[in-house]
């Protein structure tokens, strides 16, 4: 792909993805994804100096609270639903002790989100499969599709690991902000196992979990 062939404004990427919309009959966020990726695999297979070690089980960075938009959980769901019994167990596993910590610290999340991120730095996310696949891997949301490392990550504090690399990447995350809130549901995203425990039981989960990218 030519380097002029790349969206260099937002306007740019967003005339791609209504294109992709209409082409193949697709979500918006879908369409995000696939215009996302495909420009992000283009570059990558003609620019050979920015070559990521990340691959198929390995997973540290997984390890961690993963977040999205409303619009990004209506496209897991589905694929939740495929694999519900497999999901259920790991649900069961998990959902007691997110309860347990939102009963305990919900008002002090209210003042310092930033909170959530450090207390569930080293356990693994809702959808990691036991041998380090994504269990959702194609309907991923997009913080998991834009971070990448040139070196395997051992740390946490990794100089290599980047997050939303590509101009096109970051277009992509202020159009799901943006269409997030044309469709007045900015508040509704939040952490994956937050929003998994919602399908449980709705009544019992706290509300207060805005969704964040992680820092
Ligand atoms: S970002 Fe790090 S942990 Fe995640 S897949 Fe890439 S190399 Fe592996
Ligand atoms: S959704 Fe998948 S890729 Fe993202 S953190 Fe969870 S297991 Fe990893």
């Excluded at 369409?31 to 540290?60: H, M």
């Excluded at 730095?121 to 040139?150: E, K, V």
Aim: one cysteine or more; hydrophobic letters at 35%.
């Amino acid at each position: 792909m030519l380097i002029d062939q790349y969206p260099f404004s937002k306007k740019e990427f967003e005339k791609l993805v209504r294109q992709a919309m209409e082409e193949e009959k697709i979500s918006f966020v879908r369409a995000l994804y696939i215009v996302s990726d495909g420009l992000t695999n283009g570059w990558r297979e003609g620019q050979q100096e920015i070559k990521p070690a990340c691959q198929r089980g390995c997973s540290f960075c997984c390890y961690q609270i993963a977040t999205c938009t409303a619009i990004e959980w209506e496209e897991i769901v589905p694929f939740v639903m495929r694999q519900k019994k497999l999901f259920r167990k790991r649900l069961h596993r998990m959902r007691g002790r997110w309860l347990q910590y939102l009963e305990r610290n919900q008002y002090k999340l209210v003042n310092d989100p930033e909170k959530l991120l450090g207390d569930w730095r080293d356990t693994p996310c809702i959808f990691l499969g036991s041998n380090g696949d994504c269990m959702i891997y194609g309907a991923r949301p997009l913080q998991c599709r834009t971070i990448d490392s040139s070196k395997t990550c051992e740390s946490w504090y990794q100089p290599e690991v980047r997050k939303y690399r590509f101009l096109w990447e970051g277009f992509a995350y202020i159009l799901l902000e943006e269409e997030q809130k044309r469709l007045g549901r900015d508040e509704e995203g939040g952490s994956l196992i937050n929003l998994a425990s919602q399908m449980e039981s709705p009544r019992r989960v706290s509300r207060y979990i805005i969704g964040r990218p992680l820092p």
